[in-house]
Each structure stands twice: as structure tokens, then as C-alpha cells.
């Protein structure tokens, strides 16, 4: 069983549009973290949310922390072709020191 | 340069036959983790590392053995390697705890025929 949900799986668009991707778990998390994975590389930490309905913004990207503390979304606008990965959620659930990662998003902008 | 370093990047073996991969961390971090990424599985934990000579079982350690004799390194050992466990692995270490930044390897895409 899958802790972290993400949805869409897949998700292509052109550049300049707008996009939201999620993630959903049953589970209470302490914290989420957000990660991007371009090919051939290791992931690499975009934003962690910690405060239940945390809004944190980097440059166009818009995390979201539900209230309850059981998910989370990314929003791009303006989309760009360097925007295009894999992206992760991550979280260690309620006094488990494992690190549960989502599935992922595979995005892709085309120019 | 703060980095995770895995070594070898690709590894074709047969089965059975042992093997290890190396993960080294200058960071002086103290959580150190081995994932495999699978396609539609995501990444998964394999096995984690509070400390020196304290090392735990991720959600899929079957196969797999680590240690941590020293803080910087964290190698994953596969004592007998089988076809399913063709996969691509990720060493990654944080500061203190899992709910940390982590920072991973390069990866390692190890193929068991």
C-alpha cells in the first residue's frame, strides 16, 4: 500500500500554461518535502512544508501543506521547459523515522 | 564541494555472485539511506542509518545488508544478487533525521542477470 498518492502520474503541457499536481495520503505527515528528479541525476530537495496550511512560494511554484496535515500540491505557473521531471513528495509519517516518497509526477513542458 | 558520492554509477552482474555499492558523504551528516526507484513504484527505502554502528530496516530490505563503521560511509551490500533486484539505487544522507533535507547520490543502475 502506497502511503503518498500523487496525481497525475503523467502530465505533458505547452509552455506559458498553468499546472497543479497532488499529493494525498490517509496518514498524518510532520512535515512534506518536495523534490524534482531530472534524468540521470539523484533528487533534489525544492521546498519543505511543515505548518498545516502552509502556503511556501519559490519563484513560480506554489506549495500548498493541507490543514490536515494528510497532503499537499505544487502549482506552476508559467510554465517552462526547465520546469519539465520528476516530481517527488516525501514525508516521515508520525513517529516513523522511515521517509515515505510519493510515486511521482513525470512533467514535461514542450517549447 | 558538499556531496554524495556512489561508486560504481552502472554495474551489470550475474546472479549470485556478491556485490557492493559504495556510498560516501562529505557533509558530516548522521542519517544516512539507501532507496531503489522503480518505474511505477517510486522510491523506496531499502535501509537507514541514525548513526555510527546504528543501522534499521527501510520497507524493503530483503536481499540487501548495510553497515556504518564510519559516519561518511554507508555501503549496500547484496550478498546474492538476483534478477529482481535490477533496479536503480540512490544513497542519500541528512543532517539528523529522515525528516531532513536529504541530499542523494548520482545513482547506481545495477543490472542482475
Known amino acids: 500500500t502506497q502511503l503518498l498518492e500523487q496525481s497525475p502520474q503523467f502530465l505533458s503541457i505547452q509552455e506559458g500554461e498553468n499546472l497543479t499536481v497532488y499529493c494525498n495520503s490517509s496518514?498524518?505527515?510532520?512535515?512534506l518535502q518536495w523534490y524534482r528528479q531530472e534524468p540521470g541525476e539523484g533528487p533534489v530537495l525544492l521546498v519543505t512544508v511543515v505548518t498545516g496550511g502552509e502556503v511556501k512560494k519559490l519563484k513560480r511554484l506554489t506549495f500548498q501543506f493541507g490543514d490536515a496535515r494528510k497532503d499537499s500540491s505544487l502549482h506552476i505557473t508559467a510554465a517552462q521547459p526547465g520546469d519539465t521531471g520528476l516530481y517527488l513528495c516525501?514525508?516521515?509519517?508520525?513517529?516513523?523515522?522511515?521517509?515515505?516518497f510519493g510515486t511521482g509526477t513525470r512533467l514535461t513542458i514542450i517549447p | 564541494e558538499a556531496q554524495v558520492t556512489q561508486n560504481p554509477r552502472y554495474l551489470i552482474t550475474v546472479t549470485g555472485k556478491k556485490l557492493t555499492v559504495t556510498c560516501s558523504q562529505n557533509m558530516n551528516h548522521e542519517y544516512m539511506s539507501w532507496y531503489r526507484q522503480d518505474p511505477g513504484l517510486g522510491l523506496r527505502q531499502i535501509y537507514y542509518s541514525m548513526n555510527v554502528e546504528v543501522t534499521d530496516k527501510g520497507d524493503v530490505p530483503e536481499g540487501y545488508k548495510v553497515s556504518r563503521k564510519e559516519k561518511r560511509n554507508f555501503p549496500l551490500i547484496l550478498e546474492s544478487p538476483s534478477p529482481n533486484q535490477t533496479s536503480l539505487y540512490f544513497c542519500?544522507?541528512?543532517?539528523?533525521?529522515?525528516?531532513?533535507?536529504?541530499?542523494f547520490g548520482p545513482g547506481t543502475r545495477l543490472t542482475v542477470l
Open positions: 516525501a514525508g516521515p509519517a508520525r513517529g516513523n523515522e522511515k521517509l515515505t
Open positions: 542519500a544522507s541528512s543532517l539528523s533525521r529522515s525528516a531532513d533535507t536529504q541530499y
Open positions: 496518514s498524518v505527515f510532520s512535515s
